[in-house]
């Protein structure tokens, strides 16, 4: 016995009715070129870290290799070059002997701190780290007000 045919679904391409509830769908809008360029300096790998640890004052090449664990000296020298060309960080070279060069944040890369900051409020609130096997869940009862970065660590901005 076949089973009579719907005749809203008998069309085999035909568009559901629009029911109150749908909605017209939005139009495309273009994002802001400048958006779009800070999206595209900011969003590369260690760039947000690095401009992080030049908040804290001026790194030699060293320390920010050794901050930012997992980062190759040439990439480092890639993402410093990169942001030196935008204008927020700059080469601080001092004439000594050895020569030492640091690397600081310009007044445009220190105008990045609330961005950093709200970042890193919201990983606080948002990002969970996978516990290390050995370690245990904090208690309910603990009341502290420090939340773990890392395995023994507190957060250094939230003070």
């Not at 139009?27 to 760039?47: F, N």
């Not at 990169?82 to 600081?104: K, N």
């Not at 780290?129 to 009862?141: H, K, V």
């Not at 502290?144 to 970065?149: F, I, L, R, T």
Request: glycine letters at 6%; a neutral charge; hydrophobic letters at 30%.
């Amino acid at each position: 016995m076949e089973k009579p045919q719907d005749s809203v679904n008998s069309a085999p391409f035909s568009t559901p009715p629009r029911t109150q509830q749908q909605q017209p769908p939005r139009p495309i809008t273009q994002l802001c070129p400048r958006y779009e360029h800070a999206m595209q300096i900011l969003g590369k790998r260690w760039t947000g870290l690095l401009i992080a640890s030049l908040l804290e004052g001026p790194r030699r090449f060293g320390e920010l290799t050794t901050i930012v664990s997992g980062l190759s000296d040439r990439v480092l020298s890639e993402r410093l070059r990169e942001l030196e060309q935008e204008g927020i960080v700059e080469r601080v070279v001092y004439p000594h002997i050895p020569v030492r060069v640091e690397y600081q944040l310009t007044e445009k890369g220190r105008a990045l701190k609330p961005v950093i900051d709200t970042i890193h409020a919201w990983a606080e609130r948002w990002i969970e780290l996978p516990l290390p096997p050995s370690s245990c869940q904090p208690s309910a009862t603990d009341s502290s007000s420090a939340s773990p970065c890392s395995e023994g660590e507190t957060c250094p901005r939230q003070a």
